[in-house]
């Protein structure tokens, strides 16, 4: 039975807080009203908790009334909000309702009440609630293939044809040498696109790798049962034991890699058009392409990406493992002789022709990327010269959490402490900084924040990409510091992180596309806006950017004094907020798939 306060729900009610929230909201984005909670579903032991963000006009906000009811109708909770508070990022006064008691699976409904508003949100408690998310958030890969069409029954309603062969691509003034001189054609075929963009990167790529490896590692048996529905002609699976689903994937972006690595044993920075596609099907693109310019960053994030790969795909290929091996040790070769190429696309291009003006990646500092590559390369090899890099680099740990595209220091701090018997006294140093750097911000979770959440309380926490880069990784380095320790408090704290994400946030967005009530829709994306079919589900977005580089380009309108975690738009053309990649998703189902394996 629905409780009698709700009799008290009215149509001008109901109309009035309308406009007050339309008000309120940007031009480009829905009105996702003021409950905001995990859209996707709770696992029945969760602690869950949802968030009202007032409307202006809330006259009293402790007469607010809280009603919970199950997809029978019956009141399954009552109360009033535990905590009434500002948000420390936008001052909004917000309410955080706790109905963690609740256990059983199921559909409910939560019910608020106040004289000033009235509105009710749906959620659901199961078990595993994770497993359809993360399996969308891998096979977002198979979409972003490059050099192939995607098909059915892989394709799950999204086929598309091939596009960018990348056989025919052409060697950039940048990157000549005698053997292979400017124009010299090389084949490049096959990894994921980037981003919303179709180019090819390896700083990122081999991050995303790294990541992705080491996901599999910290689970291996959950993605060795997991079930992506993809194709793995080409990949090693039909080697016996087989090959699981994730591992194929994986392998479908680093033989691309392979093909980046150059006579000498440097590796292209990236293999790119000259400038940006329109938003246009892959099929269409008809620039020329290029691999460009060598550096040291590349070679590294190469390099530890293969040795990486050659430990974990052992079981699966041995003729694999002995190339990638071979790879990795002649591309930090090839860094030990180049130590300092740094890419600097502006200067680059004063020097050669034609102009690139795609994602730079650019990073001036490869401290991080030594140690990732010289970590990788001992764990692989077990070699001394390795060994002595690991400790010569490893000094500056403080510097290198948290890890992202440019900062990859942590991968190896956390590789380290995952294989910790090899090493004596520093992974204790590691541990403690991990725990270290966690720390104020576990406690911002139960004190500042309105989100209950450990991510999403300072104004710095919101930055291009920050969805994955602060939030999901923070999550992920939780369940990292669970597995240390023990302590129940990552785990929960990692749970928070997803609820963020999921839609206990400041703009009442599930960042994740095709997913929840609120999904982000419409990406900066080009294979989702190209298709016909629309929006391609399991993408995570890049999420609120203060930064705003894209505002004014292509109609893109931020509303004025918008606060930092609101400095998000869901709107094509807007990549500084809305753009997705394959270094977020990433992080994303590291998360989830975490989550879902301990539950
Ligand atoms: O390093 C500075 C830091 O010192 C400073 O405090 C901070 C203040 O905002 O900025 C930092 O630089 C940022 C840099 O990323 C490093 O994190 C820049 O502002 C920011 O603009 C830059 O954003 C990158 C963006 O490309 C533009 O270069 C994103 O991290 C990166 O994910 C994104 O990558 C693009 C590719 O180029 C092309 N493909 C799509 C992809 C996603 O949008
Ligand atoms: O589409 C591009 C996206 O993938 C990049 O992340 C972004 C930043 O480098 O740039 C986008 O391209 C835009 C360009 O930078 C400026 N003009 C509008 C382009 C998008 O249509």
Redesign the pocket.
């Known amino acids: 039975m629905k409780p009698s306060l709700f009799h008290s729900f009215t149509p001008s009610l109901l109309i009035a807080a309308s406009a007050a929230l339309l008000s309120a909201c940007n031009h480009f984005n829905p009105d996702n009203g003021p409950i905001r909670l995990n859209q996707v579903g709770f696992a029945p032991l969760q602690e869950m908790t949802a968030t009202i963000v007032l409307p202006d006009s809330t006259v009293d906000p402790y007469a607010t009334t809280v009603v919970i009811t199950n997809a029978i109708d019956d009141t399954v909770w009552i109360g009033v909000p535990a905590v009434t508070m500002n948000n420390p990022v936008s001052g909004k006064r917000c309410q955080i309702i706790d109905f963690s008691a609740l256990e059983r699976e199921g559909d409910y409904t939560l019910f608020v009440s106040n004289p000033s508003f009235s509105e009710a949100a749906h959620f659901i408690i199961k078990n595993h609630p994770y497993r359809e998310l993360t399996r969308a958030a891998l096979r977002a890969y198979y979409h972003q293939r490059a050099s192939m069409a995607t098909e059915e029954p892989y394709a799950e309603g999204y086929a598309r044809p091939a596009g960018h062969p990348d056989d025919h691509v052409l060697v950039h003034a940048s990157a000549a040498t005698a053997e292979r001189p400017e124009g010299t054609v090389i084949s490049s075929p096959g990894g994921w696109y980037?981003?919303?963009?179709y180019n090819k990167y390896i700083v990122n790529s081999g991050y995303t790798m790294g990541v992705w490896l080491m996901a599999y590692e910290f689970n291996r048996d959950y993605f060795d049962t997991l079930q992506l529905n993809i194709p793995v002609t080409g990949n090693p699976s039909s080697v016996t034991p087989p090959c699981p689903d994730m591992l194929s994937e994986a392998m479908y972006n680093i033989r691309w890699m392979m093909t980046m690595q150059d006579l000498d044993g440097g590796v292209y920075h990236k293999l790119t058009e000259p400038n940006f596609e329109g938003f246009i099907r892959p099929d269409q693109c008809k620039k020329p392409r290029y691999v460009v310019m060598k550096t040291t960053a590349a070679t590294l994030d190469f390099a530890a990406t293969m040795a990486l790969a050659a430990r974990v795909y052992a079981p699966y290929d041995s003729a694999f493992c002995a190339q990638a091996t071979d790879a990795a040790i002649r591309a930090y070769a090839w860094a030990q002789a180049h130590p300092e190429v740094y890419y600097d696309q502006p200067a680059m291009n004063k020097q050669f022709k034609p102009e690139i003006t795609?994602?730079?990646?650019d990073d001036f500092d490869v401290t991080d990327e030594f140690f990732w590559a010289a970590t990788e390369l001992h764990l692989l090899t077990k070699a001394k010269e390795y060994a002595l890099d690991v400790i010569r680099y490893k000094s500056q740990i403080a510097g290198y959490l948290p890890a992202?595209?440019?900062n990859v220091g942590e991968l190896a701090m956390l590789e380290i402490l995952m294989h910790r018997d090899l090493y004596q006294g520093f992974p204790d140093e590691f541990q403690d900084a991990l725990l270290h750097h966690l720390e104020p911000y576990l406690d911002e979770a139960t004190t500042v924040s309105v989100f209950l959440s450990p991510y999403g309380n300072r104004e710095e926490d919101f930055?291009?990409?920050c969805n994955s880069e602060g939030c999901c990784w923070r999550g992920v380095e939780c369940l990292y510091a669970y597995r240390l320790t023990g302590d129940q408090r990552y785990r929960i704290n990692a749970e928070r992180c997803l609820n963020y994400i999921l839609g206990q946030n400041a703009t009442g967005f599930c960042y994740v596309t095709g997913f929840g009530t609120h999904p982000t829709s419409h990406p900066h994306h080009r294979l989702s806006y190209s298709h016909a079919k629309g929006t391609l589900p399991g993408f995570l977005a890049?999420g609120p950017n203060p930064?705003r580089?894209d505002a004014e380009t292509d109609g893109v309108k931020y509303p004025k004094n918008v606060p930092a975690d609101e400095s998000y738009l869901d709107y094509q053309p807007s990549?500084a907020s809305n753009?997705v990649?394959i270094n977020w998703n990433v992080t994303l189902f590291a998360l989830t798939a975490g989550l879902d394996a301990i539950r």
């Open positions: 980037d981003a919303g963009d795609t994602g730079a990646y992202v595209w440019g930055f291009w990409g890049g930064a580089q990549y753009e990649t």
